[in-house]
Antibody, heavy 119, light 107 residues
Framework: QVQLQESGPGLVKPSGTLSLTCTVS??????????WTWIRQSPGKGLEWIGYIYFSGSTNYNPSLESRVTISVDTSKNQFSLNLSSVTAADTAVYYC???????????WGQGTLVTVSS | EIVLTQSPGTLSLSPGERATLSCRAS???????VAWYQQKPSQAPRLLIYGASSRATGIPDRFSGSGSGTDFTLTISRLEPEDFAVYYC????????FGPGTKVEIK
């Protein structure tokens, strides 16, 4: 059974870069059957898709965040990562990593990690 | 960009009752790429339905999905105490879109 676990700083300063890593177990990020994605949820709000990556390194980002987002994959560590630059308080959210199935649904999720943007 | 609208915003029902949740797309979408999720407080969302009508692994058969074109429905045939939560629909075209959610609360 696949498991995903987010890790990274819980506090980031305004104008800084938010960096998170998702460690995958029970499956391989090198699998050609899945994409790997980041989703966020601001406090008390709905879900917002950030972007996804394929094992080959090809990516697709939310147009509203594209200028600030980079998602990368490290197959040797079975991890994928999120970098979000020039953060503001509006980027404060719980960040989830998830696996995207062939039907473009998110069939496995990490537990989420709260990132607060504050000085 | 496809926009998903969910109704009602809040559904107040009693255990044992039937819940019918609606998800409407701003334009016709491919049913194969419509999914539903359940989220409880302080938990990650959980996939319930994929491909508009297929139950995910381990999901009880009281949950069912239907619909096509612009209108999709999640039905919970008889609410159990653990079903009170927020439900989101989701679609993928060239990007992922989520609806704003329907909260199913205890009446």
């Amino acid at each position: 059974q696949v498991q995903l676990q987010e890790s990274g700083p819980g506090l980031v300063k305004p104008s800084g870069t938010l960096s998170l890593t998702c460690t995958v177990s029970g499956d391989s990020v090198s699998s050609d059957s899945y994409y790997w994605t980041w989703i966020r949820q601001s406090p008390g709000k709905g879900l917002e898709w950030i972007g996804y990556i394929y094992f080959s390194g090809s990516t697709n980002y939310n147009p509203s965040l594209e200028s600030r987002v980079t998602i990368s994959v490290d197959t040797s560590k079975n991890q994928f990562s999120l970098n979000l630059s020039s953060v503001t308080a509006a980027d404060t959210a719980v960040y989830y990593c998830a696996r995207v199935s062939r039907y473009y649904d998110l069939d496995s999720w990490g537990q989420g990690t709260l990132v607060t943007v504050s000085s | 960009e496809i926009v998903l609208t969910q109704s009602p915003g809040t559904l107040s029902l009693s255990p044992g009752e039937r819940a019918t949740l609606s998800c409407r797309a701003s334009q016709s979408v491919i049913s194969r790429y419509v999914a539903w999720y359940q989220q409880k407080p302080s938990q990650a969302p959980r996939l319930l339905i994929y491909g508009a009508s297929s139950r995910a692994t381990g999901i009880p058969d009281r949950f069912s999905g239907s619909g096509s074109g612009t209108d999709f429905t999640l039905t919970i045939s008889r609410l159990e105490p653990e079903d009170f939560a927020v439900y989101y629909c989701q679609h993928y075209a060239t990007s992922f879109t989520f609806g704003p959610g329907t909260k199913v609360e205890i009446k």
